[in-house]
């Protein structure tokens, strides 16, 4: 997506990206870099994201490392206020931080279910409140979030995880009516099932059965969903607001 010329299409752009040290975080990080934004890493697993800070030095590109838990606003609060001193600016968010704790409702524990809506949901909350009025006063903003196709269908032992999905939609429609005049989008990607970390350790019956769900026949990879949401980013998306783009290979189909 590089402009006429070769100009990349976010020199001068500062991106947040929450859940960056592996997976489809990861992918997006290295992403937004290869076009010039200067990448702002969090996760709590520190030394995976300075791995990742170093690949994206190796390619010429810049990025800061914050060891944060996206479920907390304090730490949401000091991510955005330190970037903006060192930036005075916040350009791009991408919520994507999320876990899993699958298990049926009947055996499901309060704090397997509290623990995934505070890190996919809150965390959501947390670093859009924090980063919102930047974006506000600077009549420039862009919010993509996360979201997954088990928040549109529903997964059989992950309420937990559907229920935050799924409220990650209606947040990101809310929120994009409230800031659409100010020069902000807020979009959701709903990826389906990706080859990721937290794929990888399913037992190969139960991939199979997933693949066999999906029309094209593979799960699919970090690099399609973050081709997508660098669309969302970039200024050819500013008239795409409050929309959830589906990237699951045709598993589930919008009207």
Same mark, same amino acid.
């Given at each position: 997506?590089?402009?006429?010329?070769?100009?990349?299409?976010?020199? =001068?752009?500062?991106?947040?990206?929450?859940?960056?040290?592996?997976?489809?975080?990861?992918?997006?990080?290295?992403?937004? #870099?290869?076009?010039?934004?200067?990448?702002?890493?969090?996760?709590?697993?520190?030394?995976?994201?300075?791995?990742?800070?170093?690949?994206?030095?190796? &390619?010429?590109?810049?990025?800061?490392?914050?060891?944060?838990?996206?479920?907390?606003?304090?730490?949401? %609060?000091?991510?955005?206020?330190?970037?903006?001193?060192?930036?005075?600016?916040? =350009?791009?968010?991408?919520?994507?931080? +999320?876990?899993?704790? *699958?298990?049926?409702?009947?055996? %499901?524990?309060?704090?397997?279910? *509290?623990?995934?809506?505070?890190?996919?949901?809150?965390?959501?909350?947390?670093?859009?409140?924090?980063?919102?009025?930047? %974006?506000?006063?600077?009549?420039?903003?862009?919010?993509?979030?996360?979201?997954?196709?088990?928040?549109? %269908?529903?997964?059989?032992?992950?309420?937990?995880?559907?229920? #935050?999905?799924? +409220?990650?939609?209606?947040?990101?429609? &809310?929120?994009?009516?409230?800031?659409?005049?100010?020069?902000?989008?807020? /979009?959701?990607?709903?990826?389906?099932?990706?080859?990721?970390?937290?794929?990888? /350790?399913?037992? =190969? &019956?139960?991939?199979?059965?997933?693949?066999?769900?999906?029309?094209?026949?593979?799960?699919?990879?970090? =690099?399609?969903?973050?081709?997508?949401?660098?669309?969302?980013? #970039?200024? *050819?998306?500013?008239?795409?607001?409050?929309?959830?783009? /589906?990237?699951?290979?045709?598993?589930?189909?919008?009207?």
């Amino acid at each position: 997506m590089a402009r006429p010329g070769g100009e990349m299409i976010f020199k =001068d752009r500062v991106s947040i990206v929450t859940g960056a040290s592996q997976g489809i975080g990861e992918s997006i990080a290295l992403e937004l #870099s290869r076009e010039g934004a200067e990448i702002i890493l969090v996760d709590v697993q520190k030394e995976k994201l300075e791995e990742v800070a170093q690949k994206i030095s190796k &390619s010429n590109g810049k990025a800061a490392v914050f060891c944060a838990d996206v479920s907390r606003m304090d730490q949401a %609060m000091d991510v955005a206020e330190k970037v903006v001193q060192d930036h005075k600016k916040i =350009d791009h968010l991408v919520n994507n931080a +999320g876990i899993t704790r *699958d298990n049926l409702l009947m055996r %499901m524990k309060e704090e397997e279910w *509290d623990s995934v809506l505070s890190v996919n949901l809150k965390g959501v909350f947390n670093f859009s409140k924090a980063v919102i009025r930047n %974006m506000i006063g600077n009549r420039y903003g862009r919010i993509v979030n996360i979201s997954s196709v088990v928040g549109l %269908m529903g997964n059989a032992g992950q309420s937990n995880y559907a229920a #935050s999905k799924a +409220g990650v939609l209606g947040f990101t429609k &809310s929120l994009a009516r409230e800031v659409a005049a100010r020069g902000i989008t807020v /979009n959701a990607v709903a990826p389906g099932y990706i080859a990721t970390p937290m794929t990888e /350790n399913l037992p =190969d &019956s139960v991939k199979n059965m997933f693949v066999e769900l999906i029309p094209v026949k593979r799960f699919g990879t970090p =690099d399609e969903i973050a081709h997508v949401v660098k669309f969302l980013l #970039s200024d *050819d998306a500013a008239y795409i607001t409050g929309q959830v783009i /589906n990237v699951n290979g045709g598993m589930v189909m919008s009207p």
